[in-house]
């Protein structure tokens, strides 16, 4: 029996070596480097970067709100005068060819001394406008880099399950060479040969499908990191690294002031803040300083009358104050403000809902968290009893004293467990990810 263990040991040993040598054929790609390129090319955070970026602009030019504002206008225009007169008396005047040139030329300045404090107000908001956008950046981050880790780790679980899937493959070959000699010899009825070939080739499709898994995982991987999906000529570490010391305590602590969506809807709050204060300077009035110049020249080659000029030219400035003063509208501003504080209202019942929404989902993953922490346990455990019920019936079956059932059963065991481990692995990985996305850890 120990001869037989070795033998599986060793044949095991080769499969694993056969695919460590097809993976040297292939550069790793590491996790640093997937969140890497994701953060470079991502689309969904080179879109949150756009958004962010028009705030930006916006905020840039608020304080040019305090300025006045100048223009200036000019212009010139030529005349041409041909006028022929008959008056009572007889007399006529033709006065004909009179060519004449006007050039006018004005600048206006206009500076909002007092709007109730709104321009105030307007720079505030654009600058909490700003700071949203780049918290909107961040939460995006976040979001991308917990699915770039659930996607890169599921690669690593799908090629977990291609190595678990090659070791029942050498399961069910052992199983078709010792019926082969059975039946050869007259210890074993064909049926048992026609069972283990069935089972082989059903592993070889279970093979084939795991392969195309892999390459489904990677061609998400790739749309997340925003290369061409079918650039899947790399590969990945068969290995999942947990962190099995998260405390929940030290999680519900942090949350509330880590949390990305939490700060998203707070800023969202002090906007609408803001916004209350943008309308309610509607109720005062605007006073504004004005000023002007105004130039004026005509010229002409010779004078229709003796009264009128062959050259006029006029400059002047003035200067002085309005102010714009609300008296009835309608009630529009009284409506305007009633409906900030209405939003202001909603944002604030959205934070309570995010809170809600976030504290809700730690607690559920933080159940995950230890239910896969154990479960992983009790997986690991189980496995090597299944291992050695696999071995230990292969053995019995070598020596004629158990059926192919009992060897298929052992073996459809050890898949089972096989793929349980995988999954309770990958499943803490995906916990331990959502929990870090929640705390706001992920970029720490």
Same mark, same amino acid.
């Given at each position: 029996m120990k001869k037989y263990i070795s033998g599986i040991g060793l044949l095991f040993i080769f499969l694993a070596g056969s695919t460590l040598r097809a993976s040297a054929q292939q550069k790793i790609l590491t996790l640093e480097q997937a969140i890497d390129l994701a953060l470079k090319n991502n689309f969904n955070i080179r879109l949150a970067r756009n958004t962010a970026e028009l705030s930006a602009n916006d905020y840039a030019y =608020?304080?040019? =709100?305090?300025v006045p504002r100048l223009n200036a206008t000019a212009g010139t225009t030529w005349n041409n005068t041909a006028t022929k007169q008959e008056f009572v008396n007889g007399t006529k005047r033709d006065t004909s060819g009179i060519k004449g040139n006007n050039i006018s030329a004005n600048a206006t300045l206009s500076w909002t001394l007092f709007d109730g404090l709104k321009m105030f107000a307007t720079r505030d908001k654009l600058a909490a406008i700003k700071d949203l956008g780049e918290l909107a950046i961040k939460d995006q981050i976040q979001n991308s880099i917990a699915t770039v880790i659930n996607g890169y780790y599921n690669?690593?679980? !799908? #090629?977990?399950?291609?190595i678990a899937v090659r070791e029942q493959l050498s399961i069910s070959e052992e199983r078709v060479k010792l019926s082969d000699a059975k039946f050869s010899t007259g210890l074993g009825p064909k049926t048992?040969?026609?069972?283990? #070939?069935?089972? /082989?080739?059903?592993? #070889? =499709?279970?093979l084939l499908r795991q392969i195309t898994l892999i390459e489904q995982s990677k061609a998400l991987l790739n749309q997340l990191m925003a290369v061409p999906a079918g650039a899947t000529? /790399?590969?990945?570490p068969d290995s999942i690294p947990l962190n099995t010391g998260l405390s929940f305590v030290t999680l519900q602590q942090n949350v509330a002031n880590n949390n990305t969506a939490i700060k998203v809807q707070q800023q969202n709050i002090n906007i609408s803040a803001l916004t209350i204060k943008e309308r309610r300077a509607d109720y005062f009035p605007v006073v504004t300083f004005n000023s002007g110049y105004n130039y004026n020249r005509n010229t002409s080659?010779?004078?229709s009358n003796a009264f009128s000029p062959r050259f006029n030219r006029n400059g002047v400035f003035? /200067?002085?104050l309005t102010a714009a003063i609300p008296i009835f509208n309608g009630f529009n501003v009284k409506r305007q403000v009633k409906n900030a504080r209405i939003d202001f209202d909603y944002q604030s019942l959205t934070l309570d809902n995010v809170k809600s929404q976030v504290d809700l989902s730690l607690n559920n993953a933080f159940k995950d968290y230890e239910y896969y922490k154990k479960a992983l346990e009790l997986e690991e455990e189980n496995n090597q009893l299944a291992e050695e019920n696999m071995m230990v019936a292969l053995e019995r079956f070598k020596q004629g004293v158990s059926t192919t059932i009992e060897v #298929? !059963? =052992?073996q459809q065991s050890l898949e089972d467990s096989n793929y349980r481990l995988i999954q309770a692995r990958y499943n803490t990985k995906l916990a331990e990810t959502e929990l870090q996305r929640l705390n706001g850890s992920l970029l720490q």
């Open positions: =608020a304080n040019f =709100a305090f690669i690593v679980q !799908q #090629k977990q399950q291609l048992d040969l026609l069972q283990s #070939k069935v089972d /082989y080739n059903a592993q #070889k =499709a279970l000529g /790399y590969d990945v080659n010779a004078a003035n /200067y002085g #298929k !059963q =052992a």
